[in-house]
Every structure is written in structure tokens, then in C-alpha cells.
């Protein structure tokens, strides 16, 4: 059975910095490219970053150049490092995963596994 567990999420000042985890099980996760998403109330799911099996990278632009997505295979982590966070960024983040041996990804559709998700909270 496939579990994707966040941590790291919280309450932050406008500026400041959080890095958020996703721990993966029940999958080979060098396999599987990975994805971060928010969702704001009372807005749909949004994809904030992504990275492939092989290491490929896609941020949103909202996030380009304050956001990062990496993984560490060897402990079946991806992070989400995100510095000068705004009050715009409040939202739940979900962690996600595609089916093995998919391309990165950026549909929301593509992903088949979930976390629960974690708050993010920056105030102004």
C-alpha cells in the first residue's frame, strides 16, 4: 500500500521560510516522479512544483525563483524548500506521486497517489 506523509508545513511571518517533506512507502520510489500542490479555501488543487524519476524540475511561476523541489532517493524524501513566503501561499500542501515511470508531470490528473496534507499559514 502506497503512503505519502507530509510534514514541515506551519505558521510563518510574511518573508519566512519553511521546508516541507514527503515520505514515501509501499512504492519503488526511484520509479515515480513526484509532485507538490496547494489548495486554498474554497479554490481547486493547484500543482506548485514537480520533479521526474530522473531529476527534471518544474515550478510554477508564481513560485519561481522563492520555491525548490528535490529528492532524496537513498531515504524516499521529496522536499519542497520555500523561502520568502507571502500570505498568498496559505494553503494546504499536498504531496503526490505519478505512476511508475512517468515523464514529470504537471496535470493533476497524472497523479494517482496522495498524502493527507500539510497547513501552511503566513501571515502578513
Known amino acids: 500500500q502506497v503512503q505519502l506523509v507530509e510534514s514541515g508545513g506551519g505558521l510563518v511571518q510574511a518573508g519566512g521560510s519553511l521546508r516541507l517533506s514527503c515520505a514515501a512507502s509501499?512504492?519503488?520510489?526511484?520509479?515515480?516522479?513526484m509532485g507538490w500542490f496547494h489548495q486554498a479555501p474554497g479554490k481547486e488543487r493547484e500543482l506548485v512544483a514537480a520533479?521526474?524519476?530522473?531529476?527534471?524540475?518544474h515550478l510554477t511561476d508564481s513560485v519561481k525563483g522563492r520555491f525548490t523541489i528535490s529528492r532524496e532517493d537513498a531515504k524516499n524524501i521529496v522536499y519542497l524548500q520555500m523561502n520568502s513566503l507571502k500570505p498568498e501561499d496559505t494553503a494546504i500542501y499536498y504531496c503526490a506521486a505519478t505512476n511508475a515511470w512517468s515523464n514529470i508531470a504537471t496535470n493533476i490528473n497524472e497523479y494517482n497517489y496522495w498524502g493527507q496534507g500539510t497547513q501552511v499559514t503566513v501571515s502578513s
Open positions: 509501499g512504492l519503488t520510489f526511484t520509479r515515480h516522479s
Open positions: 520533479i521526474s524519476w530522473s531529476g527534471a524540475r
